[in-house]
Structure formats: structure tokens, C-alpha cells
């Protein structure tokens, strides 16, 4: 069984920036793609971004040019790094791993 542990989350004022991370325990294999994504309040969970371990990554439209997806698919690591965060952006963000197992989730609240 996999399991998915995402930390970095918390409070952040309008226009700040988080770095949220992903480790996954060791399972014997290595991943194909590791990605992240989030759930608004009253909302469906949403795509974000995902990377290979080619390295080559991909992003929804609303968050490319202000969301980076980095890691180390090998060491089953993956991060987020999000700037010029909005109050939209308030969510739970959640990790994933070849499509099939989630993280428990860390909450990002971005208010003044």
C-alpha cells in the first residue's frame, strides 16, 4: 500500500508564496507520474500539475504561470512551490501518485 504524506500548507496572506511537499513511502516501485491537486470549499477536486519522471511536467491553464511542480520521482518526492497566491487559491491540496493513490491532504487558507 502506498501512502501519500503532504506537508507545507497553512495561512498566507494575499500575495505570498508556499512551498507544499509530497514524500511517498516506499513501495517497491517506482513511480510513473506524481501530481498535485485541490478541492475548494463546495467545489470538485481540481487538476493542477503533474510531473514524469522524465521530468517533463504539465499544468492546468489557471495555475502555469504561477505554480512550479519540481521533484525526485525516483526518491518519490514532489513539491509544489506557489507564488502570488489569491484567495481563490484556498483549498486543500492533495498529492497523488500514477492516478491511483491520494494523499491525506494539507490545507492552504489565503487571507489578510
Known amino acids: 500500500q502506498v501512502e501519500l504524506v503532504e506537508s507545507g500548507g497553512g495561512l498566507v496572506q494575499p500575495g505570498g508564496s508556499l512551498k507544499l511537499s509530497c514524500v511517498a513511502s516506499?513501495?517497491?516501485?517506482?513511480?510513473?507520474?506524481m501530481a498535485w491537486y485541490r478541492q475548494a470549499p463546495g467545489k470538485e477536486r481540481e487538476f493542477l500539475a503533474d510531473?514524469?519522471?522524465?521530468?517533463?511536467?504539465n499544468y492546468a491553464d489557471s495555475v502555469k504561470d504561477r505554480f512550479t511542480i519540481s521533484g525526485d520521482i525516483g526518491k518519490k518526492m514532489v513539491y509544489l512551490q506557489m507564488n502570488s497566491l489569491e484567495p481563490q487559491d484556498t483549498a486543500v491540496y492533495y498529492c497523488?501518485?500514477?492516478?491511483?493513490?491520494w494523499g491525506k491532504g494539507t490545507l492552504v487558507t489565503v487571507s489578510s
Open positions: 497523488n501518485q500514477d492516478f491511483r493513490y
Open positions: 516506499e513501495s517497491g516501485f517506482t513511480p510513473y507520474i
Open positions: 510531473i514524469r519522471g522524465h521530468g517533463v511536467a
